[in-house]
């Protein structure tokens, strides 16, 4: 039996805590992150450990992420005697996965802070291969446009990033009253699973986030005028798009023609 956490630990406004403690939540997340044995763990913001608690009796491999300098050391004292689980005193956004396991896969999990989450699940899309999947609760207007198609004002930036090299998966929402203290918002718990090969033709990294970061910098504009200066009329038409189209009504497959058109036609010249 682990032990109870000495001490509370407030939550801090800085960090976007939200403790969960709904001991239903906790066991849909875990039934929907299935841990197999053999299977290294990372959890982002364990916070006061209620979701840590049941994943350690899952017996894998465990790593805690930690940016809390008051809880790290109740966490420490709470699995000192527990070898298999690991805390690490650290930000998330700093969070390199070959550090956790050199030669492998990690399995991620966590209730994010909804002020990190977005920029976390960016920084992660340059670590997919060291991932196996990912179950992670974040305020539920980003599952939403995490999970959003073509169309609708939820279609955004990190809808494409995410989905041209993940496959999302909507789980279940979480009311406010399964957290301490409640947030004034409802929570999603969305998984994710990296896709064998990213949607679209191969194009470089860097070439594909600049063109979908400027195409949705404005994006009641058209292609045509968003675009204006980095993409021509001319490559838009060959990605078989439509210049007046609008950046929300554009697939990611789409995006990834166009940036893979956009960079050779960029060489060429």
């Given at each position: 039996m682990v032990p109870e956490l000495s001490g509370s630990g407030r939550p801090r406004k800085r960090f976007g805590q939200h403790f969960l403690n709904d001991h239903t939540v906790i066991e849909r997340i875990v039934e929907t992150l299935h841990p197999r044995p053999g299977e290294i763990l990372c959890e982002i913001g364990p916070g006061r450990g209620a979701l840590s608690d049941r994943l350690a009796i899952c017996e894998n491999e465990l790593h805690l992420v930690e940016i809390d300098r008051d809880l790290v050391p109740r966490l420490r004292e709470r699995y000192a005697s527990q070898t298999n689980i690991h805390i690490h005193e650290q930000d998330a956004l700093t969070l390199a996965l070959e550090e956790i396991h050199?030669?492998?896969?990690?399995?991620?999990?966590?209730?994010?802070?909804?002020?990190?989450?977005?920029?976390?699940?960016?920084?992660?899309?340059?670590?997919?291969?060291?991932?196996?999947?990912?179950?992670?609760?974040?305020?539920?207007?980003?599952?939403?446009?995490?999970?959003?198609?073509?169309?609708?004002?939820?279609?955004?930036?990190?809808?494409?990033?995410?989905?041209?090299?993940?496959?999302?998966?909507?789980?279940?929402?979480?009311?406010?009253q399964a957290f301490t203290p409640a947030p004034k918002v409802w929570s999603s718990v969305v998984a994710f699973k990296p896709r064998p090969a990213p949607l679209g033709p191969a194009v470089a990294e860097e070439a594909f986030s600049a063109l979908v970061r400027q195409a949705f910098s404005q994006r009641r504009k058209t292609l045509r005028n968003t675009l204006k200066g980095i993409c021509s009329e001319s490559v838009i038409l060959e990605a078989g798009l439509d210049p007046k189209a609008r950046p929300e009504q554009v697939s990611v497959e789409g995006f990834a023609r166009l940036a893979a058109l956009n960079e050779k036609d960029a060489e060429e010249v």
């Open positions: 050199p030669t492998g896969r990690v399995v991620l999990v966590g209730n994010l802070p909804y002020n990190i989450s977005t920029a976390l699940m960016i920084r992660l899309l340059a670590q997919r291969n060291r991932i196996d999947r990912m179950v992670f609760m974040v305020q539920k207007e980003v599952a939403v446009r995490l999970t959003a198609s073509p169309g609708g004002k939820d279609y955004g930036r990190l809808t494409v990033m995410m989905k041209r090299v993940f496959e999302s998966e909507f789980s279940f929402d979480v009311a406010p």
